[in-house]
């Protein structure tokens, strides 16, 4: 059996520079590697995605447990746990859903001004893009996309959390990956279609913890998106 921590990674830079951590990513990613110590929680195994903002986090985290005397196995980068990216989405959907949609193109427009003034802006008409672009990926409205495919980018997660070992005595694994890969975890856990996942990927917080536990096959949820070493002024979604 092993218990499995799916960590998100801290709040990352702006759109244009997005993966590196930021200041506020850091010191949260830092604070979760104190909480980890102070409950004497120790790895058997770290995995974490190729992005730069996955492996800081890990890094960090880490670093916190090992100050603390605690000895942390090496990580393991698995590019498969990657996220998709949003950003190769957006300049492939984009021309298209502002020629469909006079609404959407308001919202986009909105958004260029939100994004001058707060980069990590996640709500109003962000969210409403965000959540645009995503459905219209997952849905497959414009096949010519030469970019990973929903279908793919989900049977590759779907195919991490399958082959990853029970380890026959308990053990605790972390995975540092990020948000749509532990929503997209958590969903098979729980046998959601995909409308449901979408609410499930937008409340998903920075160095965020879900624990599910591995038994054979049976991927079982048992705590989803836990902040307990964060508070309101330093919790983010983005």
């Given at each position: 059996?092993?218990?499995?921590?799916?960590?998100?990674?801290?709040?990352?830079?702006?759109?244009?520079?997005?993966?590196?951590?930021s200041a506020l990513g850091q010191q949260q990613a830092q604070l979760l590697g104190d909480y980890f110590a102070a409950h004497g929680i120790r790895f058997s195994a770290v995995v974490a995605g190729a992005m730069q903002r996955?492996?800081?986090?890990?890094?960090?985290?880490?670093?916190?447990?090992?100050?603390?005397?605690?000895?942390?196995?090496?990580?393991?980068?698995?590019?498969?746990?990657?996220?998709?990216?949003?950003?190769?989405?957006?300049?492939?959907?984009?021309?298209?859903?502002?020629?469909?949609?006079?609404?959407?193109?308001?919202?986009?427009?909105?958004?260029?001004?939100?994004?001058?003034?707060?980069?990590?802006?996640?709500?109003?008409?962000?969210?409403?893009?965000?959540?645009?672009?995503?459905?219209?990926?997952?849905?497959?409205?414009?096949?010519?996309?030469?970019?990973?495919?929903?279908?793919?980018?989900?049977?590759?997660?779907?195919?991490?959390?399958?082959?990853?070992?029970?380890?026959?005595?308990?053990?605790?694994?972390?995975?540092?990956?990020?948000?749509?890969?532990?929503?997209?975890?958590?969903?098979?856990?729980?046998?959601?279609?995909?409308?449901?996942?979408?609410?499930?990927?937008?409340?998903?917080?920075?160095?965020?913890?879900?624990?599910?536990?591995?038994?054979?096959?049976?991927?079982?949820?048992?705590?989803?998106?836990?902040?307990?070493?964060?508070?309101?002024?330093?919790?983010?979604?983005?």
């Amino acid at each position: 059996m092993s218990i499995i921590y799916f960590i998100r990674h801290a709040q990352a830079g702006t759109r244009d520079n997005y993966d590196r951590l930021s200041a506020l990513g850091q010191q949260q990613a830092q604070l979760l590697g104190d909480y980890f110590a102070a409950h004497g929680i120790r790895f058997s195994a770290v995995v974490a995605g190729a992005m730069q903002r996955q492996r800081h986090t890990a890094e960090l985290v880490l670093q916190g447990l090992s100050n603390a005397g605690i000895a942390t196995p090496a990580v393991q980068v698995d590019e498969r746990w990657n996220e998709f990216s949003l950003l190769s989405v957006y300049q492939s959907y984009i021309p298209r859903l502002i020629a469909e949609s006079a609404e959407f193109a308001r919202d986009y427009q909105e958004m260029q001004e939100v994004l001058q003034q707060d980069p990590h802006a996640v709500r109003g008409a962000t969210g409403r893009c965000d959540a645009a672009v995503i459905i219209a990926w997952m849905q497959n409205r414009y096949p010519e996309f030469g970019g990973e495919s929903w279908l793919n980018f989900k049977g590759r997660i779907v195919n991490r959390c399958a082959a990853m070992e029970d380890g026959g005595n308990e053990r605790l694994v972390a995975v540092f990956t990020s948000a749509t890969p532990i929503a997209i975890s958590t969903s098979h856990a729980l046998e959601l279609k995909d409308e449901k996942l979408l609410s499930i990927l937008g409340v998903i917080a920075n160095t965020s913890v879900t624990v599910m536990r591995k038994t054979g096959d049976d991927l079982r949820l048992f705590s989803f998106n836990s902040t307990p070493h964060l508070n309101d002024a330093n919790r983010t979604y983005r």
